[in-house]
C-alpha cells in the first residue's frame, strides 16, 4: 500500500475529487495548508499599503491505495491539477506498513 499526498491549488479540489471519484479512490482527507516553493509568494495591496503573502493557500489531498492503483492516481492527479503555470503543486509517495480500520479490525487492503 501506499500513501499518495498531493498539493494542489484550492481552485482544483472539485475537479481532482471527481477525477478521484472516477478512477475509483472514495476515500481521501483533505486539510487547507499554506506553503510557497518556487513561487515564494506575491504582494499585496491593501487600504494603501503594499505587504507581502509570502505563504499562498493551497489544498493537501491525503490517500491510502493499494499498489496497483498508485500510477492510475497519480496519472488522475497529475492530467487534472495542472494548469502549466508555477506553484500547480507535488505529489508525494509513500510506502504504508499497514492500515488498519478501527470501527471492524480489518486490515490490509480491505481497510481501504
Not at 481521501?28 to 516553493?37: P, Y
Not at 492516481?73 to 500547480?88: F, M, P, Q, S
Given at each position: 500500500?501506499?500513501?499518495?499526498e498531493?498539493?494542489?491549488?484550492p481552485?482544483?479540489?472539485?475537479?481532482?475529487?471527481?477525477?478521484l471519484?472516477?478512477v475509483?479512490?472514495?476515500?481521501?482527507?483533505?486539510?487547507?495548508?499554506?506553503?510557497?516553493g518556487?513561487q515564494?509568494g506575491?504582494?499585496?495591496?491593501?487600504?494603501?499599503?503594499?505587504y507581502?503573502?509570502?505563504?499562498?493557500?493551497k489544498?493537501k489531498?491525503?490517500a491510502?491505495?493499494?499498489?496497483?492503483?498508485?500510477?492510475?492516481?497519480?496519472?488522475?492527479?497529475?492530467?487534472?491539477?495542472?494548469?502549466?503555470?508555477?506553484?500547480?503543486?507535488k505529489?508525494?509517495v509513500?510506502?504504508?506498513?499497514?492500515?488498519?480500520?478501527?470501527?471492524?479490525?480489518?486490515?490490509?487492503?480491505?481497510?481501504i
Amino acid at each position: 500500500m501506499k500513501k499518495i499526498e498531493a498539493i494542489i491549488k484550492p481552485f482544483k479540489l472539485d475537479d481532482v475529487k471527481d477525477a478521484l471519484n472516477e478512477v475509483g479512490i472514495h476515500g481521501m482527507t483533505v486539510t487547507e495548508v499554506k506553503g510557497f516553493g518556487r513561487q515564494k509568494g506575491h504582494t499585496e495591496l491593501y487600504r494603501g499599503a503594499e505587504y507581502v503573502v509570502e505563504f499562498l493557500p493551497k489544498i493537501k489531498i491525503e490517500a491510502v491505495v493499494s499498489d496497483e492503483d498508485v500510477e492510475k492516481v497519480i496519472e488522475t492527479i497529475l492530467k487534472t491539477a495542472r494548469t502549466g503555470n508555477i506553484g500547480d503543486g507535488k505529489i508525494f509517495v509513500y510506502d504504508i506498513k499497514e492500515t488498519i480500520r478501527i470501527r471492524t479490525g480489518e486490515r490490509g487492503k480491505e481497510a481501504i
